[in-house]
């Protein structure tokens, strides 16, 4: 049972994966194309961690998806930060 239900948390986070890459190739400006690749990704990446742990079956192993998906999370904040901010600067569109 443990593993159907990883199985979908990662079919599912490929749904994810593919609207944020959508959302980056169809959406006018670099403030929504950044909105939607973040989220859409690290809501994939949750959503893949999710299904690793539960086929995995390990703690430690749970516990590593976890920490990297966390710093994962951390650094595409930062990243989204600094090039909205850059593109706001320069006053970019698109």
Request: charged content about 15%.
């Amino acid at each position: 049972m443990t593993e159907l239900l990883g199985s979908l948390f990662i079919l599912a986070s490929l749904a994810f994966f593919a609207a944020g890459s959508i959302g980056l190739l169809r959406l006018p400006d670099v403030h929504a194309r950044l909105h939607a690749l973040t989220k859409a990704d690290n809501l994939g990446l949750g959503l893949l961690v999710a299904g690793a742990c539960l086929i995995g079956g390990h703690l430690l192993l749970a516990l590593k998806l976890l920490l990297v998906w966390l710093l994962v999370m951390f650094a595409s904040a930062i990243a989204a930060n600094l090039i909205a901010r850059h593109a706001m600067k320069d006053g970019e569109e698109s």
